[in-house]
């Protein structure tokens, strides 16, 4: 990895650090929003088409709360999600949410502002663990019983480590930039609760 590269990794992990102090981020993510996997064929349009109209309308995955990140690694499609367990929706220029146990540790940090290429923060643990940086829509939906906020297939790159390699450690407290950077795409659905609530 490009000394460029190892450099964006650790100026946003200082900011993540100075910033979110113990709420959770996603340190290693580095360098800007990549183009999705899967470009160029008709049937790829298609579906790109069906999600488009998607983002328009509802989440795609669910129910709250749920981060999916997906990428191809070795000619082999994986998705790796959670379930966060913290909100923080209006604490600060983005909506927070994390998890509370090490192991399972997923979150999403997204821009309130930015229009449809809003920056998107994911990471998750499960066979992998992941950190994704991107860009996509983001949606507040306000209701009676509590907003939802939520984007779909936000594209850009993922940072994957084998989940054993952090020893234990949050994956959102790890520096996975000595490891393997791969175009991927995030989706969430998360419920605003009382903040730090569950």
């Known amino acids: 990895m490009s000394n460029t590269t190892s450099a964006k990794a ?17 340190p290693q993510a580095g360098g800007g ?18 999600r488009s109209a998607k983002t ?20 082999v499609e994986h998705t790796v999600s959670g379930t966060p367990d913290r909100s923080f929706c209006d604490a600060g220029p983005s909506h927070m949410f994390t998890s509370t146990d090490p192991l399972t540790d997923a979150g999403v940090s997204a821009a309130k502002d930015g229009g449809e290429r809003a920056s998107v923060m994911a990471w998750a643990t499960g066979e ?19 907003d939802t906020v939520w984007a779909n297939d936000a594209s850009g790159d993922a940072w994957v ?37 569950a």
């Open 10 to 26: 650790s100026a946003i992990a200082l900011v993540c650090a100075g910033a979110l102090a113990l709420m959770g981020c996603a």
């Open 128 to 146: 992998f663990a992941v950190s994704f940086q991107g860009a996509g829509e983001v949606v507040r939906t306000e209701a009676a019983t509590g």
């Open 33 to 50: 929003a990549a183009a999705s996997p899967g470009q160029g064929g008709q049937g790829d349009e298609a579906e790109q088409s069906e």
């Open 56 to 75: 328009d309308t509802e989440p795609a995955i669910g129910p709250a709360p749920l981060v999916e990140i997906t990428f191809e690694l070795d000619g």
């Open 161 to 197: 480590a084998p989940a054993d390699a952090l020893g234990g450690a949050r994956v959102s407290q790890s520096d996975l930039s000595g490891f393997e950077v791969v175009p991927a795409s995030a989706s969430f659905v998360m419920s605003c609760n009382a903040e730090g609530g």
